[in-house]
């Protein structure tokens, strides 16, 4: 391990994304890969919400007998 290897700014792993990272460093291809990222982020996020919305529903309808 090198005494400055600290110092050197690392890339996220292809396909990673990391809130807040320094966006000037990356090509716009790399830009656009992280959009592309992100978006399937909130997808899948968006998909988790509404299953736990269904989940949720679906137990008030049972304990509200």
Same mark, same amino acid.
Request: hydrophobic fraction near 35%; proline fraction near 3%.
């Given at each position: 391990?090198?005494?400055?290897?600290?110092?050197?700014?690392?890339?996220?792993?292809?396909?990673?994304?990391?809130? $807040? #990272?320094?966006?000037?460093?990356?090509? =716009?291809? *790399?830009?656009?890969?992280? !959009?592309?990222?992100?978006? $399937? #982020?909130?997808?899948?996020?968006?998909? =988790?919400? *509404?299953?736990?919305?269904? !989940?949720?529903?679906?137990?008030?309808?049972?304990?509200?007998?």
């Amino acid at each position: 391990m090198n005494l400055f290897d600290e110092d050197v700014p690392k890339k996220s792993p292809v396909g990673a994304v990391t809130v $807040g #990272e320094e966006l000037s460093r990356l090509s =716009e291809a *790399e830009l656009q890969e992280r !959009i592309e990222a992100l978006k $399937g #982020e909130i997808n899948r996020t968006q998909k =988790e919400l *509404e299953q736990r919305g269904t !989940i949720r529903d679906a137990a008030n309808s049972i304990f509200q007998k």
